[in-house]
């Protein structure tokens, strides 16, 4: 049993899907002295900050950043934009894509949640959440309103509930192929800073994101990168807001300030987070994640359990979502490798509880952080009595051994 008196020896391993682990160098910058967010040091910092993470979206437009999770920032891009009775478009990718949808409802938006029919032999329940948005149901769909009573449309990046991303750039491509005027909100809360993100080139009109998944930061700020139209289209929308409203906030941000106190140690974390994703190079940061998951895969395909991501092209390059043969509870396997090993897997959320469980490859990891978890993986799943086809161990030892890595860790050193 598990007490406040337990001190397991070692580190825990948390292989969630965010929060990630956390670096070293990260926790030390945060344990600065709180300085006062009105003085004369607090203005470089925010600048800083608001400089360094328009280069993480890609974007030369403000970035809002609230003390807020992530949900908070899915509020705020909801309510800055949009009026009660508005229309919107959402996709079920799977639980967090759900969870956006249940919240346009409760502010009072109309919701139309797009989710494409067919069976899956492993999730009978969940037929789109094994796959990305289709960017053609959304042209089609859009192509029908031609009242243009659709005032948004909301796709999550990387649906962190089942380890698939979503192609943002054929959204947009179906948007303005029907030649609709819909704004495009995307969740990147968990794609951001570890699979590629284009907020400007993709043509996204408000980008959330959060600090505890892709930028290894602790839970507690959150983002939203917004465009001119979506920064126009907040001077006629009216769902009611003040805490989230982007107008004083921009303001105020233009000398580093914010109109209410800021989470300053974690805008001390969110620095150097930025000057160690910056500095490694963004793309050298997404080849790194897209080889932790390939020799994460290369571990499930050996033991012959499903993906939960049923399409190679969009393998989530910050988790594997692995189902769990019939019969087998998943969150039991989670609790047995918890209690024995110590280390934290991401559970089956909304219409996959109990069937699949996933592991996280983001944040503070390396190959060795990657072999472990395989390896508790690996023991949790044969002493449930799973029968497994083969070591995933040996075959994730083998892609590491023979894949090295690229750039990054060599040009650091
Ligand atoms: C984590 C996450 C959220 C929720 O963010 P909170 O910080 O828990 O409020 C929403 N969407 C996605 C895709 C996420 O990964």
Known sequence: MLTLDFHPTGRHFLQIPGPSPVPDRILRAMSLPTIDHRGPEFGPLGLKVLDGIRQVFKTRHPVIIYPASGTGAWEAALSNTLSAGDKVLMYETGHFASLWNKMALRLGLVPEFLAPQGTDEHLPGAPGWRHGVRA???????????????????????????????????????????????????????GLASADFRHDEWGVDVTVSGSQKGLMLPPGISFNAVSPKALEAMKTARLPRS???????????????????????????????????????????????????????????????????????????????????????????????????????????????????????????NDLTLIAMVAAVEMGLRLSGVKLAGSGVQASMEYFAGHPAGTALRAAA
């Open 243 to 365: 805490f989230w409203a982007w107008d004083e906030i921009v303001e105020m941000n233009k000398d580093g300030y914010w109109p209410y106190t800021p989470n300053t140690n974690l805008l001390y974390g969110l620095a150097e987070s930025l000057d160690m994703i910056l500095g490694e190079g963004l793309d050298n940061v997404f080849a790194r994640h897209q080889r932790w998951g390939a020799g994460v895969r290369t571990a499930v395909n050996a033991w012959g359990l499903p993906i939960q991501c049923d399409d190679p092209a969009l393998y989530s390059p910050v988790l594997t979502g692995v189902i769990t043969p019939q019969g087998v509870d998943a969150d039991a396997v989670r609790r047995l490798i918890h209690e024995r090993f110590d280390l934290s897997l991401g559970t089956g959320l909304g219409k996959l509880k109990g069937r699949m469980f996933r592991m996280g490859h983001l944040g503070d990891s």
């Open 136 to 190: 053609d149901l959304i042209e089609e769909r859009l192509r029908k309103d031609t009242a243009h009573e659709i005032k948004a449309v909301c796709v999550v990046h990387n649906e962190t509930s089942t380890g698939v991303t979503s192609d943002i750039a054929s959204v947009r491509k179906a948007i303005d192929a029907a030649r609709h005027p819909a704004l495009l909100l995307v969740d990147s809360i968990s």
